[in-house]
């Protein structure tokens, strides 16, 4: 059984700062590569960030590209998704996502093991 477990949503004002974390519990193959996604109530889920399990290579959506940042700890198994210059219009669930693969690495489709989300509001 697979388990992806999201943590450090919350309340924050525009252009403060907050980190992910997800913690992906399963077999190895589950970890390969990792997305993390959002969902703003009434919109479809959208790509972030992706990374793959060396860390070698990472994707961004363009609406977060140079302003977010993704990176790992697989002695944690576990990856974080470091949010800067935060926009109200960055207010969405986060969720992340285990087993993907690259060539879709920002397309919710192309994974397997989804974490629950953690809620993330940026207010003006």
């Known amino acids: 059984q697979v388990h992806v477990v999201e943590s450090g949503g919350g309340s924050v004002q525009a252009g403060g700062s907050l980190r992910l974390s997800c913690a992906v519990a399963g077999y190895t193959h589950a970890s390969n590569n990792v997305g993390w996604f959002r969902q703003a109530p009434g919109k479809e889920r959208e790509g972030v960030a992706a990374?793959?399990?060396?860390?070698?290579?990472?994707k961004y959506g363009s609406s977060v590209k140079g302003r977010f940042a993704i990176s790992r700890d697989n002695s944690k198994n576990t990856v974080y998704l470091q949010m800067n210059s935060l926009r109200p219009e960055d207010t969405a669930m986060y969720y992340c996502?285990?087993?993907?693969?690259?060539?879709?690495?920002?397309?919710?489709?192309?994974?397997?093991?989804w974490g629950q989300g953690t809620q993330v509001t940026v207010s003006l």
């Open positions: 990374i793959t399990i060396g860390a070698t290579e990472t």
């Open positions: 996502a285990a087993g993907g693969s690259w060539s879709s690495a920002l397309l919710p489709s192309g994974y397997l093991y």
